[in-house]
C-alpha cells in the first residue's frame, strides 16, 4: 500500500486475538488483497492455503454491477509482515455527549511493508477485483474489513492457519484436504504435513499427491485419494496419506489421535518418529515398492504397466494402502501379532494385482480398480487372513464373502490360510479359534 496508508479502525480483541475493524474502498481491496499461497512451505501445500475458487463468483460479480441493493459482509485479512501501528484518536466535544465512544477508535498506519490476503471472504474478494474493472464507478465504494495481523515465523504461520480453519469449520464446511492442511489442532494432520516435508522418501517432489491443478479461473482441483494412472511420481495423496496415518496411530497416545486438541511438541516429535519407521517398513514390506520407485523412470511403470496393467503394483493403489493398514491396525490391536511379525507376513505376499488377495478389488476383465465399501472391507478381511485370522471361520466367511462379491472362488485355500491363525503356546490353534470348525462352508468356499 504505497508508502504510508492511514485506515480509520477500532481495535478488539477476543480470546488470544488483537484485531482491527475499519472500512477499505473497493478500490483498495481490489489493488492490495490478494490470496495467500504463503504459508504451507510445501509448493504444493502452499495454494491450498485458500479454497479454490468456484463458479459461485461470477454470480457475486454480476450482483455488485447490477443490484442497487448491493452488500457485502466484511472480509477478514491478514496483514503479512507484522503488526501495523495503531494510534489512538481521542474524541471531545463541549457537551460530552461521544464520552467514552472512542474507546478503542484510532488509526492504522501500514508503511508498505505489509501485504494483505483474504483468510475468509476469497469469493468475494475476487468478485470485488472483477467488478470494478467492469464498473470503475465502483472503486468508491466500501466494505468492511476485519484485519488481524500475521507474523512470518513457524509460530505465526500455526496461529493463521488455525484461525483459517476454525473460521471455515464454523462457517462454510472446508473439504477433507484443506483440512489437513491447515488444521494446526488435528495432530494426524499436522503429522502428515511434516511427512510430506521431512520423510526422506515422501518429501521427494511428486511422491504425494497434493493438487491436481489450477483451472482459468483459479480453482484449485485438489486431489482426492485417487492417483492418475499416469502420474510420473505419486505413490499415494495426501488424503490417502492422512488416512494411513490414523491407521498406523493405533497405539499411538490419545492427544495424538485428537483431531480438537493439538498436542504437545514432545508427543508430536515421538509420534512422527514411529509412524515415520512404520511407512518406512511398509514401503520395505510391501513388495518393495520404495526400490522398485527408485530404480524406475516412471511411477506408471510400477503402477500399470503399458498393455500389462494386471502386473501392476497393488500398493500403488490407494484402495490397497488404505485397506492394508487397517488390517494390519486391527491384527495387532487384537494382539493376534505384534508390527514385525505383520510385516513378516506383508513381504510373502504376491505383490500382483492379478494375485490375491487383491483380486477382491481388481478385475482382470476391465482391468480397472473396482471400489467401493463392500470391495474394501472384502479386501481388509482376506488381508487379516494372510496375516494373522481370528479364527477359521472369520476365514470362511471372507472367502464366502469374496465368493459372493466377485462370482468366484477365492484363490487361496481355507487350509493355507488357517496356517496365519495365532498358536496357542503349545503350539496347537486354541479352541477359541476354533469357533465354527466343524460347521459346513455354504456356497463350496472352502
Same mark, same amino acid.
Given at each position: *500500500?504505497?508508502?504510508? &496508508?492511514?485506515?480509520?479502525?477500532? #481495535?478488539?480483541?477476543?480470546? @488470544?486475538?488483537?484485531?482491527?475493524?475499519?472500512?477499505?474502498?473497493?478500490?483498495?481491496?481490489?489493488?492490495?488483497?490478494?490470496?495467500?499461497?504463503?504459508?504451507?512451505?510445501?509448493?504444493?501445500?502452499?495454494?491450498?492455503?485458500?479454497?479454490?475458487?468456484?463458479?459461485?463468483?461470477?454470480?457475486? =460479480?454480476?450482483?455488485?454491477?447490477?443490484?442497487?441493493?448491493?452488500?457485502?459482509?466484511?472480509?477478514?485479512?491478514?496483514?503479512?509482515?507484522?503488526?501495523?501501528?495503531?494510534?489512538?484518536?481521542?474524541?471531545?466535544?463541549?457537551?460530552?455527549?461521544?464520552?467514552?465512544?472512542?474507546?478503542?477508535?484510532?488509526?492504522?498506519? $501500514?508503511?508498505?511493508?505489509?501485504?494483505? $490476503?483474504?483468510?475468509?471472504?476469497?469469493?468475494?474478494?475476487?468478485?470485488?477485483?472483477?467488478?470494478? *474493472?467492469?464498473?470503475?464507478?465502483?472503486?468508491?465504494?466500501?466494505?468492511?474489513?476485519?484485519?488481524?495481523?500475521?507474523?512470518? &515465523?513457524?509460530?505465526?504461520?500455526?496461529? &493463521?492457519?488455525?484461525?483459517? =480453519?476454525?473460521?471455515?469449520?464454523?462457517?462454510?464446511?472446508?473439504?477433507?484436504?484443506?483440512?489437513?492442511?491447515?488444521?494446526?489442532? @488435528?495432530?494426524?494432520?499436522?503429522?502428515?504435513?511434516?511427512?510430506?516435508?521431512?520423510?526422506? $522418501?515422501?518429501?521427494?517432489?511428486?511422491?504425494?499427491?497434493?493438487?491436481?491443478? %489450477?483451472?482459468?479461473?483459479?480453482?484449485?482441483?485438489?486431489?482426492? #485419494?485417487?492417483?492418475?494412472?499416469?502420474?510420473?511420481?505419486?505413490?499415494?495423496?495426501?488424503?490417502?496419506?492422512?488416512?494411513?496415518?490414523?491407521?498406523?496411530?493405533?497405539?499411538?497416545?490419545?492427544?495424538?489421535?485428537?483431531?480438537?486438541?493439538?498436542?504437545?511438541? @514432545?508427543?508430536?516429535?515421538?509420534?512422527?518418529?514411529?509412524?515415520? &519407521?512404520?511407512?518406512?517398513?511398509?514401503?520395505?514390506?510391501?513388495?518393495?515398492?520404495?526400490?522398485?520407485?527408485?530404480?524406475?523412470?516412471?511411477?506408471?511403470?510400477?503402477?500399470?504397466? #503399458?498393455?500389462?496393467?494386471?502386473?501392476?503394483?497393488?500398493? *500403488?493403489?490407494?484402495?490397497?494402502?488404505?485397506?492394508? =493398514?487397517?488390517?494390519?491396525?486391527?491384527?495387532?490391536?487384537?494382539?493376534?501379532?505384534?508390527?514385525?511379525?505383520? *510385516?513378516?507376513?506383508?513381504?510373502?505376499?504376491?505383490? #500382483?494385482?492379478?494375485?490375491?488377495?487383491?483380486?477382491?478389488?481388481?478385475?482382470?476383465?476391465?482391468?480397472?480398480?473396482?471400489?467401493?465399501?463392500? $470391495?474394501?472391507?472384502?479386501?481388509?478381511?482376506?488381508?487379516?487372513?494372510?496375516?494373522?485370522?481370528?479364527?477359521?471361520?472369520?476365514?470362511?466367511?471372507?472367502?464366502?464373502?469374496?465368493?459372493?462379491?466377485?462370482?468366484?472362488?477365492?484363490?487361496?485355500?481355507?487350509?493355507?490360510?488357517?496356517?496365519?491363525?495365532?498358536?496357542?503356546?503349545?503350539?496347537?490353534?486354541?479352541?477359541?479359534?476354533?469357533?465354527?470348525?466343524?460347521?459346513?462352508? %455354504?456356497?463350496?468356499?472352502?
Amino acid at each position: *500500500m504505497g508508502n504510508k &496508508t492511514l485506515i480509520p479502525a477500532f #481495535k478488539a480483541k477476543v480470546g @488470544d486475538w488483537n484485531y482491527y475493524i475499519c472500512h477499505m474502498s473497493y478500490g483498495q481491496v481490489a489493488r492490495e488483497v490478494n490470496f495467500a499461497h504463503e504459508l504451507a512451505g510445501n509448493k504444493e501445500l502452499n495454494q491450498l492455503i485458500q479454497r479454490g475458487l468456484s463458479d459461485r463468483t461470477k454470480d457475486i =460479480t454480476e450482483y455488485l454491477i447490477n443490484s442497487p441493493h448491493r452488500f457485502l459482509g466484511a472480509l477478514i485479512v491478514a496483514a503479512w509482515g507484522g503488526e501495523p501501528h495503531y494510534t489512538p484518536v481521542e474524541i471531545t466535544d463541549s457537551d460530552s455527549l461521544t464520552e467514552g465512544l472512542d474507546k478503542g477508535f484510532g488509526v492504522l498506519t $501500514f508503511d508498505g511493508n505489509q501485504q494483505y $490476503f483474504a483468510l475468509d471472504g476469497q469469493h468475494r474478494l475476487k468478485a470485488i477485483k472483477e467488478a470494478v *474493472m467492469k464498473n470503475q464507478d465502483l472503486l468508491t465504494e466500501d466494505i468492511c474489513v476485519i484485519m488481524v495481523s500475521h507474523f512470518d &515465523t513457524e509460530e505465526g504461520r500455526q496461529r &493463521t492457519r488455525r484461525l483459517f =480453519t476454525n473460521i471455515n469449520r464454523n462457517a462454510k464446511v472446508t473439504s477433507g484436504a484443506e483440512n489437513i492442511v491447515l488444521d494446526e489442532d @488435528d495432530g494426524i494432520a499436522i503429522l502428515t504435513r511434516r511427512l510430506i516435508q521431512e520423510h526422506e $522418501f515422501l518429501r521427494q517432489e511428486g511422491r504425494v499427491r497434493v493438487i491436481l491443478g %489450477q483451472d482459468n479461473e483459479g480453482k484449485l482441483k485438489i486431489a482426492g #485419494k485417487s492417483i492418475p494412472k499416469a502420474d510420473k511420481s505419486a505413490i499415494t495423496s495426501i488424503m490417502t496419506l492422512y488416512n494411513i496415518l490414523r491407521s498406523l496411530a493405533f497405539d499411538q497416545p490419545r492427544e495424538i489421535r485428537d483431531e480438537k486438541a493439538r498436542p504437545s511438541n @514432545d508427543l508430536l516429535d515421538t509420534s512422527y518418529d514411529v509412524l515415520a &519407521t512404520r511407512i518406512d517398513d511398509l514401503l520395505s514390506s510391501c513388495g518393495v515398492v520404495k526400490d522398485r520407485l527408485m530404480k524406475s523412470d516412471s511411477a506408471r511403470d510400477i503402477r500399470a504397466p #503399458k498393455d500389462n496393467e494386471g502386473a501392476g503394483h497393488p500398493f *500403488m493403489r490407494p484402495i490397497v494402502q488404505e485397506a492394508l =493398514t487397517k488390517a494390519v491396525a486391527q491384527c495387532i490391536q487384537q494382539e493376534l501379532i505384534d508390527w514385525s511379525g505383520a *510385516m513378516k507376513q506383508l513381504a510373502k505376499l504376491d505383490w #500382483k494385482l492379478t494375485s490375491a488377495p487383491w483380486t477382491a478389488i481388481w478385475s482382470s476383465e476391465g482391468s480397472k480398480i473396482l471400489s467401493g465399501t463392500d $470391495f474394501s472391507k472384502v479386501l481388509i478381511d482376506l488381508l487379516i487372513c494372510n496375516i494373522a485370522p481370528p479364527s477359521k471361520q472369520f476365514v470362511k466367511e471372507a472367502r464366502r464373502n469374496y465368493k459372493n462379491l466377485r462370482e468366484r472362488d477365492y484363490p487361496q485355500s481355507a487350509e493355507s490360510l488357517y496356517e496365519h491363525i495365532p498358536s496357542a503356546p503349545d503350539g496347537s490353534i486354541a479352541d477359541a479359534v476354533n469357533t465354527g470348525d466343524h460347521s459346513d462352508e %455354504q456356497g463350496g468356499t472352502s
